[in-house]
């Protein structure tokens, strides 16, 4: 260890004894925990600018109490069990609770961080990319670009819109690939930021959000923080139900729209060409910004997806909003909003609230990945694969069918996960598949409201992991299914 700071007494005249009180209570304080090193006698007398015995004295005080001890060359440490009784013992291990601070909290957030999908053997979590297909050794080389030819102006405080060779290359991507022009790209640390960034902008209190009845519930959390109310508009095999939306809109007073246009979440379901027309109109009609989560754009089979709402938005009231979480992994923490310039400024304002602006040095390297299309060549070999675990996990439930499953399902055109009708146990099924070491979710961790859920589906994710577990973790299912 090379720094301590310690707290002296004053009173303690002789210099040795005050060191050797300052270390003893920071032992005692858990500055310093058992068998951990203390600075060197060299290091110490630096520090305190005293003489290197003067230390030795100390130490030598505290190797006699037993709260240190030392080997030869090295250095010393603190002891394995400490003189201490068993007050002091408690206080070190800071598990004392009797008098903790007690915290007003204001706005408490349940968030369930028990055990997550990753940690069971079977993950069939419905939005999962499978990290492994990830190309790092690629990806080194242009972080190791960035960080060989820094941007020193851009890795400074300003700027906070995004790093401009990075909102270069996604609008070119965004241009080609989905077809949106005439927007404004503000870059955020993933989806959810620019959810909280958008509901804290345009909602108050009173104000009510349209989603699906059956969505994505960090957004809805997000928006709700915001002080709106959420009102759950009916789903159809085609999406939402536009006429119940219009319905929704003359009897309350909605502000917004939040919805999963391409792969409905977590119903996999697309809104066809000419329902996007009729809810733009009602959009338009009634003045409501439409925030279009495109979440796992690229992930479409066989045809090609139909162009993100934002592409045709004469009006510019569509919030574009895309991750980084899928097409390369969760934890980049990387994500862009393609919005009208005029909410751009206010979005790229209030962010400054809560973080000045995205990770520069990121945004550098995957850059210099799109431009080398080293992107590009990531997203063809992850959906080819994506493709063929479809492919298996259909094949595995089609054969449960011919033996006389009664589960149904149609094939998603796109997405990473389908949604399969097992008959009416579907909690239960999810619930025991868990403890089988498959994490699977049932329809109730979906529904905005309980009472809708009727209790027939579960989501199984395919994308994340190889056939052979899918094949595995279908077959341990089988049975549960079977009842
Ligand atoms: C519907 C939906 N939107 C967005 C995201 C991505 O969010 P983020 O960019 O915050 O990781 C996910 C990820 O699971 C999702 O399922």
Redesign the pocket.
């Known amino acids: 260890m090379e720094t301590l700071t310690l707290d002296f007494d004053e009173t303690q005249t002789k210099l040795y004894l005050k060191i050797s009180n300052a270390i003893r209570q920071a032992i005692v304080n858990g500055a310093v925990m058992p068998k951990e090193q203390l600075p060197s006698t060299r290091v110490l007398a630096e520090q305190l600018s005293v003489n290197r015995h003067t230390i030795m004295a100390a130490y030598n005080e505290l190797i006699a109490q037993g709260w240190v001890k030392t080997k030869q060359r090295q250095g010393y440490s603190v002891a394995d069990i400490l003189p201490i009784n068993s007050a002091l013992a408690d206080k070190t291990k800071h598990d004392n609770t009797a008098n903790k601070h007690s915290w007003r909290v204001i706005k408490p957030s349940n968030h369930d961080f028990s055990r997550p999908a990753n940690e069971y053997a079977f993950n069939f979590a419905g ?1 999962n990319p499978d990290i492994e297909l990830f190309p790092f050794n690629e990806f080194r080389s242009f972080i190791n670009d960035a960080l060989n030819r820094p941007s020193i102006k851009a890795l400074n405080y300003g700027e906070n819109n995004g790093y401009e060779p990075f909102i270069i290359e996604v609008s070119k991507y965004l241009r080609r690939v989905r077809a949106i022009v005439n927007k404004e790209i503000v870059v955020v640390n ?3 930021e620019a959810l909280y960034i958008i509901g804290q902008i345009l909602l108050q209190s009173g104000d009510c959000v349209a989603v699906e009845n059956l969505g ?1 519930r960090p ?1 809805w959390n997000a928006l709700k923080n915001a002080g709106a109310e959420l009102i759950g508009i009916k789903q159809t095999d085609q999406g939402i139900d536009v006429a119940d939306l219009e319905l929704l809109i003359k009897r309350h007073n909605i502000r917004l729209l939040y919805l ?1 246009p391409l792969h409905q ?1 977590p119903t996999t379901t697309t809104i066809s060409a000419q329902h996007r027309v009729q809810i733009y109109r009602l959009a338009q009609q009634y003045n409501i910004p439409i925030i279009e ?1 495109d ?1 796992d754009h690229e992930f479409h089979y066989k045809s090609q997806p139909l162009p993100p709402m934002a592409a045709n938005d004469p009006s510019g009231l569509v919030i574009y909003l895309s ?1 980084f ?2 097409i390369m992994f ?1 934890g980049i923490r990387l ?1 862009v909003i393609a919005v009208d310039k005029s909410l751009a400024s206010h979005i790229v304002s209030y962010r400054t609230l809560i973080n000045h602006k995205a990770n520069v040095l990121l945004q550098d390297a995957v850059a210099r990945w799109m431009r080398d299309g080293g992107f590009e060549r990531h997203l063809r070999k992850a959906t080819r694969c994506y493709l063929k675990r479809r492919k298996c996990m259909i094949d595995v439930l089609n054969t449960f069918i011919d033996e006389g499953l009664t589960i149904k399902f149609t094939s998603p055109k796109g997405g990473m996960a389908l949604w399969v009708d097992v008959g009416e146990r579907a909690a239960e099924i999810a619930q025991l598949a868990k403890e089988l070491g498959l994490f699977i979710l049932a329809e109730n961790a979906f529904h905005l409201h309980q009472y809708n859920d009727e209790n027939k589906f579960i989501r199984l994710g395919f994308a994340g992991q190889s056939e052979e577990k899918i094949q595995q973790g279908l077959k341990l299912l089988k049975p549960l299914l079977n009842k």
Do not use: L
Request: avoid cysteine.
């Open positions: 939005g993933g989806t959810q994505y957004a999963t979440y989560d979440y991750s979480s899928k969760p994500g």
